[in-house]
């Protein structure tokens, strides 16, 4: 059974950091990208950053270069995201996806496998 389970989110006030963490299995990690999605209340989903296996590269979204670091550790089929100097507007459900190739993308439907999600709340 293919699993990705996201933890690490929580209530955390502006200019805090919190670490997200990606936790794959029932698939060949080695072979996925993967990615992380946001969807805050009322708004789309939308993607955040991804990281691809093969050469570790990564792509972030703009507004969150500089403030948040994707990375992942292949040995433990786990992904993370170093979420840092958080905004309220970082408020949303972030979850994890993956998807298969060599092809790194924040366009949701090219995703495969995704996640039930983890909340993040960001006071101000």
């Known amino acids: 059974e293919v699993q990705l389970v996201e933890s690490g989110g929580g209530l955390v006030q502006a200019g805090g950091s919190l670490r997200l963490s990606c936790a794959a299995s029932g698939f060949t990690f080695d072979d996925y990208a993967i990615g992380w999605f946001r969807q805050a209340p009322g708004k789309e989903r939308e993607g955040v950053s991804c990281?691809?296996?093969?050469?570790?590269?990564?792509y972030y979204t703009d507004p969150v270069k500089g403030r948040f670091t994707i990375s992942r550790d292949n040995a433990k089929n786990t992904v993370y995201l170093q979420m840092s100097s958080l905004k309220p507007e970082d408020t949303a459900v972030y979850y994890c996806?993956?998807?298969?190739?060599?092809?790194?993308?924040?366009?949701?439907?090219?995703?495969?496998?995704w996640g039930q999600g983890t909340q993040v709340t960001v006071s101000s």
């Open positions: 996806a993956a998807l298969m190739g060599r092809f790194i993308s924040l366009r949701s439907s090219w995703y495969d496998y």
């Open positions: 990281i691809r296996s093969s050469d570790g590269s990564t």
